[in-house]
């Protein structure tokens, strides 16, 4: 592994996950890989390096739950080696994580995301309403959309939203393993990182001076019982909302739209029932979910299902193959938007993870989604092609283009 060629990272890769994630076949369906995981007859896997890896949604669900399970404090292992500058909560165990989320909860109500569906509305009919002929759907709408919303929460302004792009796509590859990235990759990363934060030093202090109705200003001004967020604590949180607040809503809207695009009988469904849109959006979300997969550390010694995971141990939790578990999910690979509708008992999908993790920016993703692809599929829209190519991130799964033809 040390001069990271293509062939040294492949074998390692499948060392170290059991699979290749550059294989095209994976990268185009990974969920065929999941299903041979499954009928192993095995839930808990230990690869040729020691990682314990799951495709099992009990296991998935029980581990995100339980208070036994966390985060490495710095040291990711065969994972990554983590530095402790900008380290968000989404990383860290408690008491850090539950004060840290504590606080930006208070700037992140959902009555504050609701508050957002008129002008979610209205740039979904702008960016919309110019499309005709050929036209890439992720381009025009699935990357713009949440990056306009979530800038404007934190009080971005316009002209700096473009600056966001190349940090954002380095930030969201530095995601995966650092054995799976090129040195170039992981020194883009860090220094993305350090653009980000230096970004946000300077606004954050702007609005120390002159407050706005803005996200930015809450959390600059948030406190709990005379607790506040640190500089520090307050940079990585700009980061993880900015990153987290786009990144997985474009590969949902993108993930989502072409499930519909491929099942017209399921994309006629769609369309004949608005009111079933939320529900619709839940199997969209279990179907193709826009992270695959999450990592925990054992914090002490855990037996599951009878084998012992010892105190620092790495487990693999593949949620996206847990969404198709058969033990769960009847008919697992088959797009039902009706899976989730009132009425019947369909067990939670983990695309938002579960337990204390669970994503803060679920009910906005889940608003951006429904809006975006119900005005979309009002329109006469469909694939201009089938090969198609995604991008090259292991942990965020989505297109990088995706190419359709919307007729007036």
């Not at 095995?42 to 390096?49: A, F, I, K, P, Y």
């Not at 995966?176 to 220094?191: C, G, K, M, N």
């Not at 995604?390 to 007036?408: H, K, Q």
Request: glycine share 8%.
């Amino acid at each position: 592994m040390e001069d990271r060629t293509g062939q040294t990272v492949q074998a390692g890769s499948t060392a170290v996950l059991g699979f290749d994630p550059g294989d095209p076949a994976f990268r185009a369906d990974p969920y065929a890989h999941y299903r041979t995981l499954g009928a192993s007859g095995q839930n808990l896997h230990r690869t040729d390096v020691g990682l314990r890896v799951t495709a099992s949604y009990e296991l998935c669900e029980r581990i995100l739950r339980d208070p036994r399970f966390g985060h490495r404090p710095s040291d990711g292992g065969v994972w990554r080696e983590a530095q402790a500058r900008h380290r968000s909560f989404l990383t860290m165990d408690p008491p850090d994580h539950t004060r840290l989320r504590r606080l930006v909860s208070k700037a992140f109500t959902p009555r504050l995301v609701e508050r957002l569906r008129p002008r979610v509305e209205e740039l979904v009919d702008a960016l919309l309403s110019p499309l005709s002929g050929e036209v890439d759907l992720i381009a025009a709408l699935a990357y713009p959309l949440p990056v306009i919303v979530i800038s404007e929460m934190l009080g971005v302004p316009a002209e700096d939203r473009d600056l966001f792009k190349g940090w954002s796509d380095s930030l969201a590859r530095g995601l995966d393993p650092d054995f799976l990235l090129p040195e170039t990759e992981i020194a883009q990363r860090d220094a993305a990182r350090e653009e980000f934060a230096e970004y946000f030093r300077e606004l954050a202090a702007e609005r120390r001076a002159e407050p706005r109705d803005d996200l930015l200003s809450a959390l600059v001004g948030v406190s709990d019982g005379g607790d506040v967020l640190s500089e520090q604590e307050l940079l990585a949180t700009c980061i993880l909302l900015l990153v987290a607040g786009h990144e997985t809503t474009v590969n949902l809207i993108g993930n989502g739209a072409l499930a519909l695009l491929r099942d017209p009988a399921q994309a006629r469904l769609f369309r004949e029932r608005p009111g079933n849109a939320a529900a619709a959006v839940e199997e969209l979300l279990r179907f193709d979910p826009p992270v695959q997969l999450t990592l925990r550390s054992a914090l002490e010694d855990v037996e599951l299902n009878g084998t012992l995971v010892e105190r620092g141990k790495l487990v693999l939790l593949l949620t996206g193959a847990a969404n198709r578990d058969p033990a769960v999910f009847d008919d697992p690979d088959r797009l039902d938007l009706l899976r989730y509708a009132q009425g019947r008992e369909t067990p939670k999908h983990l695309s938002f993870g579960h337990g204390a993790h669970f994503c803060l920016g679920a009910p906005l993703a889940r608003l951006e989604g429904r809006v975006a692809l119900g005005r979309l599929f009002e329109r006469d829209v469909a694939l201009a092609s089938d090969d198609l190519v995604y991008r090259d991130n292991l942990v965020l799964r989505g297109l990088r283009d995706l190419p359709v033809i919307i007729r007036a």
